[in-house]
DNA sequence: TCTTGCTATGCAACGAGTTGCATAGGCAAC
DNA sequence: GTTGCCTATGCAACTCGTTGCATAGCAAGA
């Protein structure tokens, strides 16, 4: 489980409420690690018994109150200790795979809608990584680690997202084919 | 949940005991989708209560009996319906991009050998890629339509191994001068 | 004014997935 | 000749993840 391990980073780059985190988990975080808020919220209340991470209450007017997270020292050495160790083999989910193998048992066509909508939506996120590349680091800017550890991870999404288009395409001419 | 669609393709194309399935999903079927043998054994009874497939008794010489299924007419109907429905966001778990990320707040080069790590183990598995496509199908020959579909799964199989060796390259190179 | 939506946290129940263990015969190696 | 691995299936207990719902004040629009 690394879920504790990603919230941790997250609080790193900015400490937040569990809401906040929530929403970084739905924006930038969860293009590689999703959660929703209950998982979080659980999360958080078993690091802050264990130490990892230390809250404060903060009061606002005209919204509810929260409750402001931060790393704590605990947690940052667990952080570190893990960063030691190997990471398991990722267990993929690719559900789109699983239907491309089987439309052999049914008609290749009915799976072309299917397969322009994923088209049309790792399209999107292409521009959002390239205009957030664009507008983070620009050609020519210095960066310090942290923005150039960043930048290196969102390079990979902008790999994967076109690797991805072209992959489709792929499958969208075999299918087109297959139709006859 | 699509385990039961996994499950289904892989005995429409070919008929097999839940042991037999455990080892196709920890062999190719697990490139895209995983399942443990608990996992498989529950579903497959309960696919049968469904009528989703068909279970004959095979009693073996030298070895315990095993139940082989096969996909009945509705397993079939049920993942032709599956087909049409939009499949909904794959949920990503990256946990080498969270560790990226987590090495801005420690040693970058403390995450070189695991990267290395990585790296090796996709090489490996593109050459496995490569020499299936090989194998299963050689340019010039002809395929039917479920080959076809295999195929290209297969080639994104081979783009996806591709694309990360040359992202963990890019990964490599900026911990070796972070790490000055 | 009524509804919709946002901030902010949480309970309860369920379903999916993992881990450890059990059985039980056969085979091969050391 | 005992140890360990392979086939083959399964129970029990647990953790992880999801879904539906609840609260509660405030803001904006129909």
Redesign the pocket.
């Given at each position: 489980?690394a879920?504790e391990h990603a919230i941790l980073v997250s609080l790193l780059e900015q400490p937040g409420?569990?809401?906040?985190l929530?929403?970084r988990f739905d924006r930038s975080i969860g293009r590689f690690w999703?959660?929703?808020?209950?998982?979080i919220?659980r999360v958080?209340?078993r690091m802050e018994t264990d130490g990892w991470i230390a809250a404060e209450e903060i009061a606002?007017d005209?919204?509810?109150?929260?409750?402001v997270y931060s790393a704590a020292g605990p947690g940052r050495a667990a952080l570190s200790g893990w960063l030691r160790e190997p990471v398991e083999p990722e267990?993929v989910?690719h559900e789109l795979a699983v239907k491309i193998r089987a439309a052999a048992f049914d008609d290749p066509g009915a799976l072309i809608s299917e397969v322009e909508r994923h088209r049309e939506s790792h399209a999107a996120l292409l521009a959002r990584y390239l205009a957030g590349e664009q507008r983070d680091f620009p050609a020519g800017s210095t960066l310090d680690t942290r923005q150039e550890l960043q930048h290196v991870v969102l390079r990979g999404g902008i790999e994967y997202e076109r690797m991805t288009l072209a992959w489709l395409d792929d499958v969208l001419a075999t299918l087109h084919r297959l139709a006859h």
């Amino acid at each position: 489980m690394a879920l504790e391990h990603a919230i941790l980073v997250s609080l790193l780059e900015q400490p937040g409420s569990g809401y906040e985190l929530a929403r970084r988990f739905d924006r930038s975080i969860g293009r590689f690690w999703t959660a929703t808020h209950q998982q979080i919220y659980r999360v958080l209340r078993r690091m802050e018994t264990d130490g990892w991470i230390a809250a404060e209450e903060i009061a606002q007017d005209g919204r509810p109150d929260k409750k402001v997270y931060s790393a704590a020292g605990p947690g940052r050495a667990a952080l570190s200790g893990w960063l030691r160790e190997p990471v398991e083999p990722e267990t993929v989910r690719h559900e789109l795979a699983v239907k491309i193998r089987a439309a052999a048992f049914d008609d290749p066509g009915a799976l072309i809608s299917e397969v322009e909508r994923h088209r049309e939506s790792h399209a999107a996120l292409l521009a959002r990584y390239l205009a957030g590349e664009q507008r983070d680091f620009p050609a020519g800017s210095t960066l310090d680690t942290r923005q150039e550890l960043q930048h290196v991870v969102l390079r990979g999404g902008i790999e994967y997202e076109r690797m991805t288009l072209a992959w489709l395409d792929d499958v969208l001419a075999t299918l087109h084919r297959l139709a006859h």
